[in-house]
């Protein structure tokens, strides 16, 4: 850009130097025609003496031959000048000129120079008289001024330039260390989630790309450090729920194994003690399977269009006797039989959780009522029971693996801790949803939602 710049001002400078000499060199030769025809030679060296002087310039005039009639420095008199713009005038060009190097004998038989370090120039413009050729004026000017203007520009230019560079790299420095600070955080975020620090978080400033990119980090550091911790969670009460029934049977072999006399009776407790472990132990590495099969993506559904009051009065009924020997009302309310698209035996498993759950849970004399309704797409299933319910601060983590309620909800109920999280997978792969809402000692209610089937060819559904 500096080059450019000083080639456009040098262009520029030159450029009204030649307007200008041209203009000096048109006007002078209109007034040196007459001297020169009518050989008034003295009159005609005090004009090219004085516009030397005024102009500090040297003024010649030629024949049509070419040879010097008057020189304003009077060295040059009756010498021919064997310059190209000389000869170019004499070949019938009206001017010419062009850029010659000074010497120390202030000669003009000097080859031309193309470059930029120019000292002198040459303009050379036709006389004449009545149309014809009488002779050729030559102007010579030192082009000094030009070139130290020119180089003061340059300089001054080149000052500025250098400035701007220097304050262009500084800044760049900033930006890119500005940039540069948040992809370091994150670069130093990867590698400690790489060492295994999931809480790891980055700084977020502003609202840009770079921003939004540590917000996605936050996020994903987030969602790994819940992971790890259920992961490790899940270990942990896997290796509870499988170490407690081992301790259990263990116990109970040991001291068969170790008592002297036992009766039958005893032994026979002892032994109905020990396979009740094992059926819980049995329940436990079942439902394990099962979550791994969910998780690995493993597990297929056996979809097919079924009907979903038939399916849940299916499972109230065989829930019926238990309701009753537990002293609890149960009763089913659904006159909308719409189908979905779902596998029989996991639609069953999750209902028949459910209301089982909501059996024991509820005080002999309560009720558990179960409700079916349709709204638009969607299937409602109510579980709805008056039993104990679920502290609020449960709630949230009802259906986490191996969750319980500490009140009244302990091993002694049954089940392995891992049902409700079953559930709710299985509603998922339905691609449905499901939520609980509860108040303690007052009852809870689970919500299954199931999207209805529409049949390919648009007929209506049951």
């Known amino acids: 850009m500096t080059v450019s710049v000083i080639q456009l001002v040098g262009e520029y400078l030159f450029n009204q130097r030649v307007r200008e000499e041209e203009r000096v060199t048109e006007e002078l030769a209109g007034h040196i025609s007459p001297l020169l025809t009518s050989y008034k030679t003295d009159d ?30 009077s060295i040059l008199n009756g010498h021919v000048l064997p310059l190209e713009e000389v000869k170019s005038v004499l070949g019938g060009l009206i001017s010419d000129y062009g850029y ?8 003009f038989l000097m080859e031309k120079d193309t470059h930029a370090g120019a000292m002198t120039g040459i303009y050379a413009r036709s006389i004449m008289d009545d149309g014809a050729l009488v002779g050729v004026l030559v102007y010579a000017s030192t082009e000094h001024d ?45 590698a400690q989630i790489s060492k295994g620090d999931f809480s790891y978080r980055v700084r977020v400033r502003g609202k840009d790309e770079l921003s939004d990119l540590a917000r996605a980090f936050n996020s994903m550091s987030t969602r790994i450090e819940t992971l790890d911790r259920s992961r490790n969670q899940f270990v942990s009460n896997a290796s509870h729920e499988l170490k407690t029934p081992l301790s259990t049977m263990k116990i109970l072999l040991q001291t068969v194994l170790y008592q002297d006399s036992f009766d039958t009776d005893m032994t026979k407790e002892f032994l109905g003690d020990i396979d009740k472990e094992i059926d819980r132990l049995s329940y436990v590495v079942s439902d ?61 498993q999750v209902f028949y ?19 079916l309704t349709r709204q638009g797409k969607t ?30 909800r302990s091993r002694e109920t049954g089940g392995t801790g891992l049902g409700l999280s079953i559930v709710k997978q299985i509603v998922l792969l339905h691609s449905g949803d499901i939520s609980v809402s509860s108040v303690e000692n007052e009852g809870t209610t689970f919500v299954v939602e199931l999207p209805v089937y529409i049949k390919p060819n648009g007929g209506k559904n049951a």
């Open 100 to 107: 010659y190097q000074a010497s120390p004998s202030d000669s």
């Open 146 to 190: 030009i070139y130290d203007g020119l180089i003061q520009v340059t300089r001054q230019i080149a000052y500025v330039m250098l400035a701007v560079s220097a304050f262009v790299c500084l800044l760049s420095i900033v930006i890119v260390r500005l940039f540069m600070r948040p992809v370091n955080e994150l670069q130093s975020g990867i």
């Open 379 to 408: 299937v409602f299933t109510r579980i709805i029971d008056n039993g104990i319910g679920i502290p609020k601060e449960d709630v949230l983590h009802i259906f986490d693996r191996f969750y319980r309620v500490d009140k009244a």
């Open 288 to 348: 394990l399977l099962t979550l791994v099969s969910i998780d690995s993506g493993k597990m297929r559904l056996n979809a097919a269009p079924l009907l979903i009051r038939d399916l849940v009065q299916e499972n109230v009924k065989r829930l019926s006797p238990l309701a009753r020997e537990r002293g609890i009302e149960l009763e089913f309310a659904g006159r909308e039989n719409a189908e979905v698209m779902g596998d029989t035996m996991k639609l069953n």
């Open 44 to 73: 005609m060296y005090a004009l090219l003496r004085a516009t030397g002087e005024e102009y500090n310039a040297r003024v010649l005039v030629l024949n049509a031959y070419g040879v010097v009639q008057a020189d304003s420095k």
């Open 353 to 371: 959780n459910l209301i089982d759950n909501a059996i024991k849970y509820t005080p002999r004399g309560g009720s558990v009522r179960v409700d």
